[in-house]
């Protein structure tokens, strides 16, 4: 039997695991009061705009209570705000305010920078084949 460590999906999982833990440590260094989930929350809706928050909980792989916990900190925080719909008066509009737009723009440097790092070494040509083995592995799971 084949030792779980060196299945590539259990590698998979470590390596987005220390990525993100190496991510929030370099937002941590450089003074920025948000966490990689925040930004996420706020970079999905700057992507898209109107979108709902079972949406973004889909978006970026969270639970719809971690997604509503995470934008209840950002409301608090002054980064996102909240209205109800005009068009649908079960849906909220979640709006990022100047303080948020901000915030992701002061960041996005400290997060180029650590993508840059983590892919130090790693070849254009590896990075295809990674990305076209990865679609492969998507693909195949979403039958």
Not at 27 to 41: A, F, P, R, Y
Not at 93 to 110: D, F, R, S, W
Request: charged fraction near 30%.
């Amino acid at each position: 039997m084949e030792k779980l460590s060196s299945t590539i999906f259990f590698q998979l999982d470590r390596a987005i695991k220390s990525y993100r833990q190496y991510g929030q440590k370099k937002l941590n260094e450089k003074g920025h009061s948000i966490t990689i989930d925040q930004w996420l929350v706020l970079k999905t809706i700057l992507d898209h705009d109107d979108i709902s928050q079972n949406e973004i909980a889909e978006y970026i792989f969270k639970d719809k209570a971690s997604v509503t916990r995470i934008i209840d900190l950002l409301i608090t925080k002054g980064y996102l705000k909240r209205e109800p719909s005009s068009e649908n008066r079960r849906r909220v509009k979640l709006t990022i305010t100047k303080a948020g737009n901000q915030i992701v723009e002061q960041i996005m440097p400290t997060i180029k920078g650590y993508r840059k790092n983590a892919l130090i070494g790693c070849t254009e040509e590896e990075l295809d084949t990674l990305s076209i083995v990865l679609g492969k592995i998507i693909k195949n799971c979403s039958k």
